[in-house]
């Protein structure tokens, strides 16, 4: 069973900052991996795709890696701005039928002016 | 303005009562799902569809039913037989139900039970 894991839960970092959001996952048999930003009680915006044969993918101050080997994924913000505090979830898509997705708990992300 | 369109976005429900949550999409997407968000939890499957008239349970379907009727709606039913309904409720479209498809989620609804 796909297990997904992010870790920190939380994480508070300067204006301006470059930082790293973490994503583990325990089969390393997926087809992608996409993250996610939530706003506190709104839907989930997607910001990145990788596919299983990427390695990494950029749009804007944020680009997002891929090690399927390892079972990683890391997603790098550059610049922080407090604009991109939200929490920040991951999800795998693996096996079975369907479309399905599993998700991690997320990092809660605060950029402080 | 394409999108996935959620209602409502707050609803209360009194002990043994249902409730119907509306999804519709019009980004001409095949597949549907409902996903349930609680608290440090991650979202959980209730049900996807990959196609008009056609549904599959999730991880959690015990207590929900859904339809399928048409491409753009895919309504959820929180039934009396669910025992613990309270939680955030995330439906999400995608192209297809490849291996290959973006997912995309509506604004959420609020389902508290009193």
């Known amino acids: 069973k796909q297990e997904v894991t992010q870790i920190p839960a939380a994480l508070s970092v300067p204006e301006g900052e470059n930082l790293v959001l973490n994503c583990s996952f325990t089969d390393s048999a997926i087809y992608n991996l996409q993250w996610f930003r939530q706003d506190p009680g709104k839907g989930l915006t997607s910001l990145l795709l990788?596919?299983?044969?990427?390695r990494e993918q950029t749009s804007g101050r944020l680009n997002a890696s891929l090690d399927k080997s390892s079972g990683r994924s890391t997603l790098y913000i550059a610049a922080s701005q407090p604009g991109d505090s939200a929490t920040y979830l991951c999800?795998?898509?693996?096996?079975?039928?369907?479309?399905?997705?599993?998700f991690g708990t997320g990092t809660q992300l605060k950029v402080e002016l | 303005d394409g999108g996935i369109t959620q209602s409502p976005k707050y609803l209360f429900r009194k002990e043994g009562q249902n409730v119907t949550l509306s999804c519709e999409q019009n980004?001409?997407?095949?597949?549907m799902y409902w996903y349930r968000q609680d608290p440090g939890q991650g979202l959980r499957l209730i049900y996807y569809s990959q196609i008009v008239n056609d549904f599959q349970k999730g991880d959690i379907a015990e207590g929900y039913s859904v339809s399928r009727e048409k491409k753009e709606s895919f309504p959820l039913t929180v039934t009396s037989a669910q025992k613990n309904p309270t939680a955030f409720y995330l439906c999400?479209?995608?192209?297809?139900?490849?291996?290959?498809?973006?997912?995309?989620f509506g604004e959420g609804s609020r389902l508290t039970v009193l």
């Open positions: 990788i596919q299983s044969s990427q």
């Open positions: 999800a795998v898509l693996s096996g079975g039928g369907g479309n399905k997705l599993t």
């Open positions: 999400a479209s995608s192209r297809s139900s490849g291996r290959t498809g973006e997912l995309f």
């Open positions: 980004l001409n997407h095949d597949a």
